[in-house]
């Protein structure tokens, strides 16, 4: 097991590593650092001295490993736009990001798990086909078009829930959380259904029928406590896919978060910010693989040999 989750730890470094190469030879393309900290006044002399001073004139190379031997001790420089250290701005706006996360997966899984189970007990008839549409449906549909809509009908027409921002406690956090669980119920109904029809038609579950067991108590006690196993591991996965989501989701809604952040940085050029949040999503991304990982090895020992 030890061996198992070392190398998936080096794997997770070397994406890490793959990912701060990627988002530092970005920032540089996207424009100057030092002409965007300094006046429109600035002269090109004021902007070569600046760039002396960042060390923005030595080898892209030498920049890098400086940037990335700064970042293993958690420095990624000063925001350009707000004065101070860029990983502090963001850890304050994790647990907006976190809250939103949490409650979109919790919602996938109270409404997926009871659907899922419907979908799979009323195989092959209209019932059932239909859940397998709407969770189709949930997976193709946009979320930035389907935030814009709910927006449109619950709180511009109907004025149940805040068109944007955190301030209005739960009431803010509905809309956000609906928009991204959509794409998440889509998975676990369809994951949902296909393990639990695997799991009915194993030997044992025949066995325990036989014998006599109602349906409530094989359905419940052998056979959905075995199908959840993946599901509650592959939202795991989808807490992951959330911070990718947060981007347009918390932009959308105006959600304090990371992702609303990172995009501000993003077109304000703010360079600290946007490598060290980006970082801070790959580690975060990495970080929940690697559990889920080890979560299915504990479960299935035939996975740590493969």
């Known amino acids: 097991m030890l061996s198992y989750l070392a190398r998936r730890l080096l794997t997770g470094l070397l994406v890490v590593f793959g990912v701060t190469v990627m988002v530092f030879g970005l920032t540089r393309v996207a424009g100057d650092p030092a002409a965007l900290m300094l006046p429109p006044s600035a002269s090109a002399a004021d902007i070569a001295a600046m760039r002396e001073r960042l060390g923005l004139d030595d080898p892209l190379p030498v920049q890098y490993f400086r940037f990335l031997g700064s970042a293993v001790r958690g420095d990624f420089g000063k925001s350009l736009r707000h004065g101070e250290s ?65 927006i449109n009908v ?17 009431a803010s956090l509905v809309l956000p959380a609906v928009t991204t669980a959509m794409y998440l119920v889509g998975t676990q109904l369809r994951l949902v259904r296909g393990t639990l029809l695997e799991v009915l ?6 066995t325990a029928r036989s014998k006599g067991l109602g349906r409530t108590t094989l359905l419940i006690k052998h056979g959905l406590r075995n199908a959840l196993i993946p599901v509650i591991t592959i939202a795991g996965v989808q807490l992951g896919h959330v911070l990718g989501q947060a981007v347009v989701i918390e932009t959308v809604f105006q959600w304090p978060g990371l992702g609303l952040f990172t995009v501000q940085a993003i077109t304000g050029r703010d360079f600290p910010v946007t490598q060290a949040a980006v970082t801070l999503m790959a580690v975060f991304v990495v970080g929940i693989n690697i559990i889920v990982d080890a979560l299915y090895g504990l479960l299935d020992p035939t996975i740590r040999t493969a």
């Open 86 to 150: 860029a990983l502090p701005l963001l850890v304050a706006r994790l647990p907006a990001t976190f809250e939103l996360g949490m409650a979109a997966v919790a919602l996938a899984l109270v409404v997926a798990i009871p659907l899922g189970v419907v979908a799979a007990l009323t195989r092959g008839t209209v019932v059932d086909v239909g859940l397998l549409g709407v969770a189709v449906l949930g997976q193709a549909v946009p979320n930035f078009w389907l935030a814009i809509l709910l």
């Open 154 to 170: 619950f709180s511009v027409g109907l004025g149940w829930f805040p068109t944007a921002g955190r301030t209005a406690g739960l």
């Open 201 to 206: 038609n194993q030997d044992y579950m025949r």
